[in-house]
């Protein structure tokens, strides 16, 4: 896949402008500023995180990961999960 980037405007919760560059792995790119999100798969969120997908399917597996929708065979994820689940594993130390 090739990368891309591209120059973002977005606006918080309380209405303010968010200015940020924004790199887009694929042609499927994850809209924040609508109501309802496309659920993202399991590739799209191991690329996102820069995880392999096994490491994800191991996640689940022992508790540890996003929250994940078993949906017929297939798993799908919020992006909403998957962002609380990232904020979730920071260690209360800054960088």
Known sequence: ????????????AQGAVI?????????????????????ATVGE????????HQTLYTYRLDGRGPSAIKIGRHLRYRWSDVDAWVESQGDGRRA
């Open 1 to 12: 896949m090739s990368s891309r980037h591209r120059f973002v405007l977005l606006k918080d």
């Open 19 to 39: 200015e940020g560059e924004d790199t887009i792995m694929s042609a499927k790119v994850r809209d924040v500023g609508s109501e309802r999100l496309r659920l």
């Open 45 to 52: 969120v191991a690329e996102y995180l820069g995880l392999p």
